[in-house]
């Protein structure tokens, strides 16, 4: 990349210098390259891109600079990362003054994004040595964008905890001093340890492919992109990221969660109500408007419990849900492979197991939740075999 002479903020403009100075541009089918444009005008259109001095920043520095965060979120519906508006760009290193502490690059929880402009660009001059400070910072932001109540991408929120049960495992390795394949920098911290890795993502996608299988199709899923042997990224992908991912995860055992039934609130109230329309029967008229109340809020009560209802089953490498008890029984069963499981919670305690299921729909793209209530359960042994496959667990 290089700087000198000033460029046009128009659509024109921007494909020529991108095609010129961006490698990762060159490769993305004209489709793609009319969308990462038009995001890159809107991104230089809303955020404040200045100089740590708040001198005037070149059209072609911010066309750089919207580069790489477009490059990141270019397979996002929401890439916005709106909470961060402002972008601080200092010539080389830089401390603060409140801590004196030296950096390349911050990303601040107060919605700012400073970064060394010679670090940055050294990031993108050397294709293959796992570091760019722009995708680093800007992965930062995407990761905490919705932590002051802005709206974060869809997919990524409610995917992350699977991203993450997938990296803890080399994060925690790195923490214990075990060689990976990700640089030292990493182990500081998991937010450290998802930029260290999406950097490496960008610049070599299929060591990570090679080493981590789990945690790259993970990042490719979150990202909505991947590389083919060549380096084309291939954007919109994730349907055929999940099939891959399945392949990859171990069979489980046949697993059948049957239901508890006094354990749904709705079944309790039904109870509750046919008994009080029973009596109310039989004490007063049938004309009498409390019969009648009293027996719609019943059938409104079973229903609502009837739907609600669900068995879960595990069998290889598929999981099924069966909805209904009577009624909606035979209305909705359906069945995904276990790599649309996102995550899945269990709460024991001396009544029951609550086990609560996130999955991903690949039809609709949408994410569900279904919670199941057991009396009777093999936890340790279920929990095993999800953690196997990486998938993620929470547990009370």
């Known amino acids: 990349m290089e700087t000198p002479i000033d460029i046009e903020l128009t659509e024109e403009s921007l494909n020529t210098f ?19 444009v038009n995001r890159a005008l809107e991104f230089i259109d809303k955020k404040q891109i200045i100089s740590h001095n708040y001198k005037n920043v070149s059209n072609k520095v911010k066309a750089i600079i919207s580069a790489s965060a477009v490059q990141l979120t270019l397979g996002l519906e929401n890439w916005s ?35 060394s402009f010679n670090s940055f660009l050294a990031g993108y001059k050397d294709k ?39 990296a803890y495992e080399i994060f925690n390795d790195m923490q214990d ?14 937010n450290e340890f998802m930029s260290v890795c999406i950097e490496h993502f960008f610049e070599s996608p299929q060591q990570i492919r090679e080493h981590y299988p789990i945690l790259y199709i993970n990042t490719a899923l979150m990202l909505n992109q991947t590389f083919d042997a060549n380096g084309i990224p291939n954007i919109g ?28 609130q709705a079944f309790t109230m039904f109870l509750i109500t046919f008994a009080l329309s029973l009596f109310t029967f039989i004490k007063l008229e049938i004309s009498n408007p409390c019969v009648g109340i009293l027996a719609v809020l019943t059938v409104l009560l079973y229903l ?20 209904g008890f009577s009624i909606f029984r035979f209305f909705k069963r359906i069945s995904f492979p276990i790599s649309n499981i996102i995550s899945v919670g269990i709460i024991e305690n001396a ?39 990486k998938i993620a667990i929470f547990k009370e």
């Open 351 to 389: 009544n029951n197991i609550e086990i609560t299921i996130i999955y991903f729909n690949t039809s609709n793209n949408y994410f569900y939740k279904e919670t199941i209530y057991s009396k009777k359960f093999e936890t340790i042994a279920f929990l095993s075999e999800l953690k196997r496959n």
């Open 304 to 323: 609502r419990f009837d739907y609600k209802f669900s068995e879960l089953s595990f069998s290889n490498i598929e999981f099924s849900i069966k909805k």
């Open 81 to 115: 990362i709106n909470y961060f508006d402002t972008i601080i760009l200092h010539p080389d290193d830089f401390r603060l003054q409140e801590s004196g502490a030296r950096y390349k690059g911050l990303t601040n929880l107060d919605g700012y994004i400073r970064l």
């Open 177 to 190: 001093g075990k060689p990976t394949l990700f640089r030292e920098y990493g182990s500081t911290n998991i």
């Open 237 to 264: 992908s994730r349907e055929n990221l999940f099939f891959e991912k399945n392949k990859l995860l171990q069979p489980f055992t046949k697993w059948h969660v049957k239901n508890n039934i006094s354990a749904y």
């Open 18 to 36: 991108y095609t010129n100075n961006f490698d990762y541009y060159t490769k993305l089918s004209v489709t793609w390259k009319k969308t990462f």
């Open 128 to 166: 293959t040595d796992n570091i760019n400070l722009g995708l680093h910072e800007f992965t930062h932001a995407l990761r905490f964008n919705s932590i002051r109540g802005f709206e974060q991408d869809y997919f990524v929120e409610h995917f992350l905890p699977n991203w993450l049960s997938s």
